[in-house]
């Protein structure tokens, strides 16, 4: 059985920063990308940072590029997300995504979603 399982929220002042952590359980092998998405209260979910299976390549919104940092640990099965200079507009809860891809068809998990608040 697939899961997913975030850690590593709370709440910290502007300016600050947090480590997200995203343990992944289930997977036979470490080929999927691995992605954090974030939602705001009355906002839609939208993706924050992505990660290919070697780490070979990222991704990031542009809000967050050069204060987040994705990376994983694939011997460990587990994903982050460094988060720097933390601003409340940050503030959302986080979920960590696995996408996992076949010959046709791809398939995405998800984790429960750990609240990251930021105040000012």
């Known amino acids: 059985q697939v899961q997913l399982v975030e850690s590593g929220g709370g709440l910290v002042q502007a300016g600050g920063s947090l480590r997200l952590s995203c343990a992944a359980s289930?997977?036979?092998?470490?080929?999927?990308?691995m992605a954090w998405f974030r939602q705001a209260p009355g906002k839609e979910r939208g993706s924050v940072a992505g990660?290919?299976?070697?780490?070979?390549?990222?991704y990031y919104e542009d809000s967050v590029k050069g204060r987040f940092t994705i990376s994983r640990d694939n011997a460990k099965n587990t994903g982050y997300l460094q988060m720097n200079s933390l601003k409340p507009e940050d503030t959302a809860v986080y979920y960590c995504?696995?996408?996992?891809?076949?010959?046709?068809?791809?398939?995405?998990?998800w984790g429960q979603g750990t609240q990251v608040t930021v105040s000012s």
């Open positions: 289930g997977f036979t092998s470490n080929y999927y990308a």
């Open positions: 995504n696995v996408r996992r891809c076949g010959q046709f068809t791809c398939s995405d998990y």
């Open positions: 990660i290919n299976w070697s780490g070979s390549s990222t």
